[in-house]
Nanobody, 116 residues
């Protein structure tokens, strides 16, 4: 079955960095578009970044451009989100997403809190 297991996240001061990982199984990872979403309290879930199967196409929300970097390692079936220059408004639960034919797969969510 499809599994997306996230790791990373936590509490960081403004200006700090964090790296999220999402290990995938149960599908052909190297053929699937992967994304990271986030949801802050009281707000809708929003797309943060996306990456095509071969890493040729990258997409970022305007709010994270120049600060966040999405990448993937198809040999390890893992997608990453490197977050630099973090701001308090980046505080949210972050989810990885696999765009699958039978319906999207989601990770369990990881809390990221940016606070001094």
């Amino acid at each position: 079955q499809v599994q997306l297991v996230q790791s990373g996240g936590g509490l960081v001061q403004p200006g700090g960095s964090l790296r999220l990982s999402c290990a995938a199984s149960g599908f052909t990872f190297s053929s699937i578009y992967m994304s990271w979403y986030r949801q802050a309290p009281g707000k809708a879930r929003e797309l943060v970044a996306g990456i095509s199967a071969t890493s040729v196409t990258l997409r970022y929300a305007d709010s994270v451009k120049g600060r966040f970097t999405i990448s993937r390692d198809n040999a390890k079936n893992t997608v990453y989100l490197e977050m630099d220059s973090l701001k308090p408004e980046d505080t949210a639960v972050y989810y990885c997403n696999a765009r699958l034919i039978g319906g999207d797969g989601w990770g369990q969510g990881t809390q990221v809190t940016v606070s001094s």
